[in-house]
């Protein structure tokens, strides 16, 4: 079982899940040193920005449906909290996830994200929503009870 997961700055490759479960520290240490080319183009490190933070999460968006698949994939996309098409979903990066990720990777998009762009539930639903095309001055309750 061998898998690439990629993202537009970094590059994790997970060549077995045996290479997995045996050091987090490792996969971590693959997606840095390979970072570091990048950003050893100048000579005194640069700072931690949002702009050049490390990737720690996984971003995590089911793109196709496992209504067919076995019950092992579905219990596969559940454990992972995805549960409609689209939905979007962020887990540290973690051997478990990156196992998780690899057995249903045919029904995922994945990228690899820093913690600043980490969004809740609850943040994402507050950036869909549409502006108000209103707003509300007073109403006669207000100017009747003269409050």
């Known amino acids: 079982m061998s898998g690439l997961l990629k993202s ?3 590059t994790l490759l997970l060549s077995s899940r045996t ?5 987090s520290a ?3 240490t693959t997606s840095i040193t390979q970072e ?6 100048s000579t005194q490190a640069a700072p931690a920005t949002p702009e050049n933070a490390p990737n720690s999460h996984f971003k995590v968006t089911l793109r196709r449906s496992g209504i067919s698949m076995g019950d092992k994939v579905k219990g596969t996309l559940l454990a992972l909290g995805l549960h409609r098409r689209f939905q979007t979903v962020y887990h540290r ?3 478990e996830a990156a196992g998780m990720i690899l057995k249903v990777k ?5 990228e690899n994200v820093p913690a600043h762009m980490v969004r809740s ?5 507050r950036e869909r ?3 108000r095309g209103y707003q509300v001055v007073g109403n006669r309750r207000k100017s009747f009870m003269n409050v």
Do not use: D, Y
């Open 26 to 28: 490792r996969c971590m």
């Open 93 to 95: 990066h973690t051997p």
């Open 129 to 131: 929503k549409a502006v």
């Open 8 to 10: 537009r700055t970094s």
């Open 19 to 23: 290479w997995v479960q045996r050091s």
């Open 106 to 110: 045919e029904l995922l998009e994945v």
């Open 121 to 125: 539930a609850e943040e994402q639903n």
């Open 36 to 41: 570091q080319p990048e950003a050893s183009s």
